[in-house]
């Protein structure tokens, strides 16, 4: 168990570029968050798969946003035309839950720092 | 909806001293509560949770937090703290919403001090 990864640690980009975000959940995980974290406040919710699959997305996720789960392994975390609002620190998180077990408990990767110039 | 509410946005204490950071939520079914710690420039690590049972929950670390329906309140507390305990600790609701989406609503954190 080597624990929620994500790449890049850090991202420096110009506004108007396009970004993309990793993150590998452990392994045997089917649930998978995202959540957007500004300086001074908690993350908030961005969006939520089960497996493959995107079952919940937050109003905070504007069409400029996009997320996917192939093989409902990794997951991406795409920023189009980044504006400068959208700088904060990007997290991923992911737990287990099966038909006889859940433990409620989200493993949190160390994140994805976005600056956008 | 559900929110948390943490009082006091930074917490300073002497070495020893004890800890309490303190967390009020507002939910409309009976909540999940969770006390996350975050170290500078990582993610966050869960602490504790209450989930159902005893209302007293032990953590990590020497951590500990009591729920209190009454109270709303879900606070943090450690009798002794040590300089390693520095960090920004963030109180957190759940609640099972469609698809078993167990998304997490944090309040704006509290960032623990010493005193020199």
């Known amino acids: 168990d080597t624990g929620v990864s994500q790449n890049p640690r850090h991202k420096i980009t110009k506004r108007g570029q396009n970004v993309t975000f990793r993150c590998d959940p452990i392994?045997?995980?089917?649930?998978l968050y995202w959540y957007r974290q500004t300086l001074g406040q908690g993350p908030e919710f961005l969006t939520y798969?089960?497996?493959?699959?995107?079952?919940?997305k937050s109003r905070l996720l504007s069409d400029r946003f996009s997320a996917e789960r192939p093989k409902g392994s990794f997951s991406t975390l795409e920023i189009q035309r980044t504006e400068q609002g959208d700088s904060a620190m990007y997290l991923c998180?992911?737990?287990?839950?099966?038909?006889?077990?859940?433990?409620?408990?989200?493993?949190f990767g160390p994140g994805t720092r976005l600056t956008v110039t | 909806a559900q929110s948390v509410t943490q009082l006091g946005s930074h917490v300073s204490v002497s070495e020893g001293a004890l800890v309490l950071l303190r967390c009020n939520y507002s939910?409309?079914?009976?909540?999940?509560l969770f006390w996350y710690v975050q170290y500078p420039n990582q993610g966050l690590q869960l602490l504790l949770k209450?989930?159902?049972?005893?209302?007293l929950v032990k953590g990590i670390n020497g951590f500990e937090a009591e729920f209190k329906k009454s109270e709303t309140s879900f606070h943090l507390t450690k009798p002794s703290a040590h300089m390693s305990d520095a960090a920004e600790y963030f109180c957190?609701?759940?609640?099972?919403?469609?698809?078993?989406?167990?998304?997490?609503?944090f309040g704006n954190g509290t960032r623990l001090t010493f005193i020199p």
């Open positions: 209450y989930t159902t049972g005893a209302t």
């Open positions: 998180a992911s737990s287990l839950e099966i038909a006889s077990y859940n433990s409620y408990e989200q493993y």
């Open positions: 939910s409309s079914v009976p909540p999940y």
């Open positions: 392994s045997e995980h089917n649930r």
């Open positions: 798969f089960q497996n493959e699959a995107q079952l919940e």
């Open positions: 957190a609701v759940t609640m099972i919403s469609n698809f078993g989406n167990e998304k997490l609503t």
